[in-house]
């Protein structure tokens, strides 16, 4: 964590209890939205922090690298690590089952979107939408 300190001053910020809570809940729930972080940072033992002050801790976590966000649907984004995002996300339209899948399963879109745009993809944000094999199946 100290580490983290030095980071956070490094851009004016201070390494405060609420942000060092905040990264350990956001590690042991894998992903979260604010409010299950929030939970999860009530939860650890500590005295109560408001909603207001995970969220404003999230956005310092973000900016300095720390976490990452990704939408899976129309809710509140999904925080992580960032040492988490190697992976897209799969979300099911049909019963809303979320899974997983490595990035490098999308290495040829985003070569192809690069070759005829010459934009360069971030997909470590991604949330891929479709219907899993079960809801396919049973879909006429």
Do not use: N
Not at 86 to 91: A, G, K, R, S
Not at 113 to 134: P, Q, W, Y
């Amino acid at each position: 964590m100290s580490d983290l300190g030095e980071r956070l001053r490094a851009q004016g910020k201070r390494l405060t209890s609420q942000r060092e809570r905040v990264l350990a809940a956001v590690g042991r729930l894998g992903h979260g939205t604010p409010e299950e972080v929030a939970e999860a940072v009530c939860a650890d033992g500590g005295p109560s922090v408001p909603a207001s002050t995970v969220y404003r801790a999230l956005d310092a976590l973000q900016e300095l690298g720390l976490v990452g966000h990704t939408h899976v649907d129309h809710r509140a984004p999904s925080y992580h690590l960032a040492d988490h995002a190697t992976h897209l996300h799969l979300v099911c339209r049909g019963c809303g089952w979320v899974g997983e899948v490595p990035l490098d399963v999308a290495d040829e879109l985003v070569s192809r979107v690069d070759e005829r745009l010459g934009f360069a993809a971030d997909i470590s944000h991604a949330a891929v939408h479709g219907l899993c094999r079960t809801c396919r199946e049973s879909t006429p």
